[in-house]
């Protein structure tokens, strides 16, 4: 199965590690974490505006203009509590 993160990119969702809310990039380690990253050449920017969201896969890091919680409902990511 695979994951539209927006811009045409989808990305299979086995390879997915964490769907974040791109303010957490906020605190020192995550921008450390972007940064290097960055620096190898791993993150991908799908868009032409502000990231809402980024994917972190087994090999690079997505940003994406689409919210992670709509993410992780399209990938299927969220459980309802109340189902037995």
């Not at 620096?39 to 992670?68: H, M, Q, W």
Request: hydrophobic share 40%; proline share 1%.
């Amino acid at each position: 199965m695979f994951l539209h993160l927006g811009s045409d990119r989808t990305v299979a969702v086995d390879d997915i590690i964490s769907i974040n809310d791109y303010e957490i990039v906020s605190s020192d380690i995550n921008r450390e974490f972007m940064s290097r990253m960055k620096t190898l050449g791993r993150v991908v920017n799908i868009l032409e505006k502000k990231p809402k969201s980024f994917v972190l896969t087994k090999d690079k890091v997505y940003l994406s203009a689409i919210s992670s919680l709509t993410l992780k409902r399209r990938a299927g990511m969220i459980f309802d509590i109340d189902e037995n």
